[in-house]
């Protein structure tokens, strides 16, 4: 079966697990041929052979020339010209006659006829939508693909009406949700009659080139990775605090926070506020090589985030049998049972995160027990294979007979 794999930005280091997932559905006998909306941004590090491979195999929206935009919604308009008209109205309707959003609702508009073009001219009629949902949308409108999509979360759940929630889960086949919890936010803003399309597929990870660290029984210092954006969500000045008030209390603390982004300086500009510089390490964007090694070091993952979906940095964490201290919100419980895999927190309390951090550096013999939990937690529901060959009888489920489909054993 042949589906094109809609997104936003294709190859890019914040999603990895997208490029394991088209990968494995690949290596299961399915033709995924990725179009992105945009190239991917510039990174620190250089990108890997499977990256590279990628970036060459994807098709990119943006970057192509006005003269072939032209040609594709004449060419459109010319041959069908009820659909575009059709497509035409979803963007406005999207744009609600604002001028801003008007004016993204009509690149959508732009972005879609190209897409539509050359997916109708290479014989595909099914579209996966993946952080690119209104375009997909709008192609799907216009050319008569069959089409299903990803919602992650948890930006679609912030404000689920401007999003088109209903309308999108009303034209899908299905929708993927990766956590009960994000299913329960897709129920919630489309109609019941649509709730049986909503899929619970889980995101994985491949736990073979994730060796369980060294124990220690008692490292000095106390080693903490956290690993994100370095954005507003993420919650990072409240993770500060709480390393501060583990050091008042003379424990011997380091955190390592790995990732970029618009707090950078003011997270530094926090740590030496705090008096705590010399105890906050930041390290920028790392290659999937270069995190394992750090894995290897850390003795607990944390995070302080104000919303989620299920992060794949705690599964990497856990599969190289690093516990997690995180906070009780969207997804996570799913992923971490509090006292079994690691602990979790009440949100937004600093007092709680230093106080389980610091039942972390207190109690070795839980901490080791919860890293030999952790790892077996992610090798049994969040295992890489079972989970995309899952995803992939969901495709063939929807979209056609199962015996007669690759990756679904009949």
Excluded at 184 to 212: F, N, R, V, Y
Excluded at 279 to 308: M, N, P
Excluded at 322 to 345: F, K, Q, S, W, Y
Aim: net charge positive.
């Amino acid at each position: 079966m042949k589906i094109a794999y809609l997104l936003s930005e294709y190859p890019t280091i914040g999603h990895t697990y997208l490029l394991r997932e088209v990968r494995e559905l690949r290596a299961l006998g399915w033709d995924i041929q990725t179009i992105s909306i945009r190239r991917p941004g510039s990174r620190p590090s250089s990108i890997s052979t499977t990256e590279t491979e990628e970036l060459k195999s994807t098709w990119y929206i943006l970057g192509s020339g006005w003269l072939e935009f032209l040609t594709a919604h004449v060419a459109t308009f010319c041959t069908q010209p009820i659909r575009y008209l059709r497509g035409l109205a979803t963007a406005w309707r999207f744009g609600r006659f604002t001028r801003c959003r008007s004016v993204f609702a009509m690149a959508y508009f732009s972005e879609a006829i190209l897409a539509g073009r050359w997916l109708r001219k290479a014989g595909f009629t099914h579209v996966h939508s993946v952080f690119s949902t209104h375009v997909a949308l709008i192609a799907a409108r216009v050319f008569g693909f069959e089409l299903s999509m990803t919602i992650h979360g948890p930006n679609e759940f912030v404000n689920p009406q401007s999003f088109e929630m209903e309308e999108k889960v009303r034209a899908a086949l299905f929708v993927s949700c990766i956590s009960h919890f994000g299913k329960s936010q897709i129920m919630l803003w489309s109609s019941p009659g649509d709730w049986h399309k909503l899929e619970i597929t889980p995101l994985g990870i491949d736990c073979t080139g994730l060796a369980p660290v060294a124990f220690r029984e008692r490292p000095a210092p106390f080693d903490l990775v956290s690993v994100g954006r370095l954005a507003p969500v993420k919650g990072y000045p409240l993770l500060l605090e709480s390393v501060a008030i583990l050091v008042t209390q003379r424990r011997d603390v380091r955190l390592t926070l790995v990732g970029d982004g618009p707090e950078r300086s003011r997270l530094a500009e926090q740590a030496c506020r705090l008096g705590i510089s010399d105890r906050i390490v930041l390290v920028g964007w790392k290659t999937q090589d270069e995190l394992r090694d750090l894995y290897q070091s850390s003795d607990v993952c944390v995070l302080s985030s104000f919303a989620e979906g299920i992060p794949v940095v705690f599964m990497e964490a856990m599969a190289s049998g690093v516990p997690c201290v995180a906070p009780r919100i969207n997804g996570i419980p799913e992923l971490i049972r509090h006292g079994v895999d690691g602990l979790l927190v009440t949100p937004a309390n600093v007092e709680e995160l230093a106080a389980a951090i610091g039942q972390m550096m207190d109690n070795p013999g839980m901490r080791r027990q919860m890293a030999l939990s952790s790892r077996q937690r992610v090798v049994e529901k969040y295992n890489l294979r079972e989970n995309v060959a899952h995803l992939a009888e969901v495709f063939s489920r929807y979209a056609g007979k199962d015996g007669d489909r690759p990756g679904v054993q009949s």
